[in-house]
């Protein structure tokens, strides 16, 4: 992909919209300036969860950004720090440290100030810069008065969603919640292995004989645990008319082993969402043949203005993208946007229990009979009730001024 200058050109090339259309809402003024930023770090214990039974579980702190503009402009981003541990209150000091630093640039262009970033904090995280970014872009569509996906290019207003279930400690729980969100309007679920061969055979034996002549279909996220002839045998195992979607099969860097699944196996085979983060790794994946689909998380690869990277590549060799959006609402809203402009995205995923995602979120993401819709509102679309967050489990806010 050749280098692009700034936003406008960026957008011309994901959405053929000329970019003067974009120029006016990108331009820099005093009057556009940036005068307050509010950082929320919350954690609810209720959304920690195991994602396979040879991890640890998973603790989801939100990082929560919020950025007020001089003519009365407000931006809002998520991203989420998922730690073994306890979470690294550093990351509040370089999102702090990066908005300065923006500020001292005179810059409202997401690409201008990612490229800024980068330059002037070579250290810079990824969910740092997500941060900032997602929050320029919200403001973006707001000032074009119109959602985010119609400001990149809606290509829908709805598109199907599946249930993303976390790794149960049972068989039998699998199926009572599996019926549950079949309850729901799901017709797609994703379920994840536990990581022992062993087991993860006998549950593709029940799902094969449970849904065997049924319309449900599945995904299965081997969420990378497993090496490429494990893979293989339990892909040879999975009835190709149940399960459509193997996610992360092996780890994600061995490209010639997951050519070698995708042409065996009658199933789509995708790379996990936490690691394709580079246009390299992107270019080999498509130079190899290596994928049926891609996959990526907006909020944790750079924000919008990486997605749009990715996305043009992708695009442009026909290889469809799915995105991961997995964490707290405002960081599955993004990435709906994003599913919704791109004409290669087929499947919005829904973390369960949806509820637990959506802590002081005053509109939610409208689902049903199995479709997620787009919001009404301008921007991501969601007014967030600021004073909630202080009553998380864990909460740490940082607010500043500037004239």
Not at 94 to 107: N, P, R, T
Request: aromatic share 10%; with cysteine.
């Amino acid at each position: 992909m050749k280098k692009v200058g700034d936003t406008p050109e960026l957008l011309e090339n994901f959405s053929g919209r000329d970019q003067e259309f974009f120029q006016p809402i990108f331009n820099y003024d005093v009057g556009r300036r940036i005068t307050r930023f509010e950082i929320y770090a919350i954690r609810n214990h209720a959304t920690d969860a195991k994602f396979s039974l040879t991890w640890e579980t998973w603790k989801q702190t939100n990082i929560i950004l919020r950025l007020k503009t001089k003519d009365g402009y407000e931006g809002v981003s998520c991203v989420t720090s998922f730690d073994v541990y306890e979470f690294n209150e550093n990351h509040l000091k370089d999102l702090e440290k990066a908005i300065a630093v923006m500020i001292s640039i005179q810059s409202i262009d997401p690409l201008v100030v990612s490229q800024s970033l980068e330059s002037m904090m070579p250290d810079i995280g990824d969910l740092t810069k997500s941060s900032i970014d997602i929050a320029l872009w919200d403001i973006a569509a707001k000032r074009a008065d119109c959602t985010l996906a119609d400001f990149l290019g809606a290509q829908r207003n709805k598109i199907d969603a599946y249930a993303s279930l976390p790794c149960y400690q049972s068989i039998d729980l699998y199926l009572e919640n599996i019926n549950y969100y079949l309850t729901q309007g799901y017709k797609t679920l994703k379920l994840h292995v536990w990581g022992s061969i062993i087991k993860d055979k006998r549950l593709i034996k029940i799902i094969n004989e449970k849904f065997k002549g049924t319309s449900v279909r599945f995904m299965l996220d081997f969420e990378g645990v497993y090496n490429f002839h494990d893979a293989l045998k339990l892909g040879q195992l999975m009835n190709k008319e149940l399960f459509i979607c193997i996610e992360a099969p092996i780890e994600d860097d061995l490209f010639d082993d997951y050519r070698k699944l995708k042409n065996t196996l009658p199933i789509t085979i995708i790379p996990d969402g936490f690691d394709l983060y580079s246009i390299d790794h992107l270019e080999t994946g498509i130079l190899k043949q290596s994928w049926d689909a891609g996959r990526f998380d907006a909020s944790i690869i750079g924000g919008v203005t990486e997605a749009l990277k990715l996305l043009i590549v992708a695009n442009k060799a026909n290889l469809p993208i799915e995105l991961q959006c997995w964490g707290h609402g405002l960081v599955q809203l993004v990435n709906l946007h994003i599913i919704l402009a791109n004409k290669n995205s087929k499947f919005f995923e829904v973390p369960t229990p949806i509820d637990v995602y959506e802590f002081a979120m005053k509109d939610v993401i409208l689902i049903s009979k199995g479709l997620v819709h787009a919001p009404k509102q301008s921007g991501l679309g969601v007014n967030i009730d600021w004073d909630m967050l202080l009553t998380a489990d864990y909460c740490k806010q940082i607010t500043k001024g500037f004239s």
